[in-house]
């Protein structure tokens, strides 16, 4: 089982540049989300999707663009790279709004912008 | 808006000891879910425990356990017989009504268990 997956793992980027970071479930999930953890900081919320074509912003959401134009695929687009950008980024999906433990978090893309 | 607050930026404690992890919550809805993960040095989120708000006992996994006090509106974690392998920052959350896609975190609190 593949579960979540990310893309890439760490990656460094100049200031200006864009990017994307890849997410994609096996799951046949209908919930994905993208959370940003910071030093000293819990995961916060970027960007979340309750299904194929459906997206809204969460909590942090500025430079951050999303699409879900599949079940499996969720991925973050940085349109121009910002040193406050340089953060550890999650992804997460889930099969149900009411899930107990079956959320489930990929390991995490490292990006680092200079 | 619904808020996690973790007060312990750090604790320690000694192997095979009992250790707990502070979490208290704030929201208006009704209906919610609390979980703890754990991550290790390495970085990935380790799903630990998860209570619901209409759970009227409370949940175990093995060592952990989840204090709920509903009306104090806290969920602390307890990890029993604490291992060198527990050291690692855990974090609270919750979902509320607005769904599992939009968990909010607390701060977390770094655990050192020291032989």
């Known amino acids: 089982n593949a579960g979540v997956t990310q893309t890439p793992k760490f990656q460094v980027l100049k200031t200006g540049q864009s990017m994307t970071l890849q997410c994609a479930q096996d799951m046949n999930h209908e919930y994905m989300s993208w959370y940003r953890q910071d030093p000293g900081m819990g995961l916060r919320l970027i960007h979340y999707s309750v299904g194929a074509g459906i997206t809204d912003q969460g909590e942090v959401p500025n430079g951050y663009n999303v699409s879900r134009s599949t079940t499996e695929d969720f991925p973050l687009r940085l349109l121009s790279a910002a040193p406050s950008q340089t953060s550890v980024y999650f992804c997460?999906?889930?099969?149900?709004?009411?899930?107990?433990?079956?959320?489930?978090f990929g390991e995490g893309s490292w990006l680092t912008v200079v | 808006a619904q808020k996690i607050t973790q007060t312990q930026p750090g604790m320690f404690v000694q192997e095979k000891e009992a250790v707990t992890l502070d979490c208290t919550y704030d929201?208006?809805?009704?209906?919610?879910?609390l979980f703890w993960y754990k991550q290790p040095s390495s970085g990935e989120m380790i799903f630990l425990i998860y209570q619901g708000s209409y759970d009227e006992q409370n949940a175990t996994e093995g060592r952990y356990s989840l204090n709920f006090q509903k009306a104090r509106k806290s969920a602390n974690l307890v990890i029993s017989a604490s291992q060198l392998g527990d050291s690692a920052m855990y974090f609270c959350a919750m979902r509320g009504q607005g769904g599992s896609e939009k968990l909010v975190f607390g701060k977390g609190t770094k655990l050192t268990v020291n032989p």
């Open positions: 929201t208006s809805d009704q209906s919610y879910g």
């Open positions: 997460a999906s889930s099969p149900d709004r009411a899930s107990g433990n079956t959320i489930y």
